[in-house]
């Protein structure tokens, strides 16, 4: 059964920097590619980066380009965002997703951006 949990979130002011983790059990966590989502309050989830099972290949939306970075750890089967120059519109409910369930999700972690 794959989990996912994910880590590190908290409340920051404007340009700071926040890096949160998210830790896969359940299969194995090298074959796949995974992904970054966020959900901001009152609003759908939607996709923020995505990194190939190697690390080699990583794609961001135009919203957190130059200000977002993933990146894995195969050997601890763990995915990292860190996140510079927050913004308050960055403000949501992380999420991360594996290729290999796309349809687990686990509880997020909630990242708080003030003015």
């Known amino acids: 059964q794959v989990q996912l949990v994910e880590s590190g979130g908290g409340l920051v002011q404007a340009g700071e920097s926040l890096r949160i983790s998210c830790t896969v059990t359940g299969h194995t966590f090298s074959r796949y590619s995974m992904a970054w989502f966020r959900q901001p309050p009152g609003r759908q989830r939607l996709l923020i980066t995505h990194?190939?099972?190697?690390?080699?290949?990583?794609r961001y939306a135009d919203s957190v380009k130059g200000r977002f970075t993933i990146s894995r750890d195969n050997a601890r089967n763990t995915v990292y965002l860190q996140m510079n120059d927050l913004k308050p519109e960055d403000t949501a409910v992380y999420y991360c997703?594996?290729?290999?369930?796309?349809?687990?999700w686990g509880p997020g972690t909630q990242v708080t951006v003030s003015s």
């Open positions: 990194i190939n099972w190697s690390g080699t290949d990583t």
């Open positions: 997703n594996s290729d290999g369930a796309p349809d687990v």
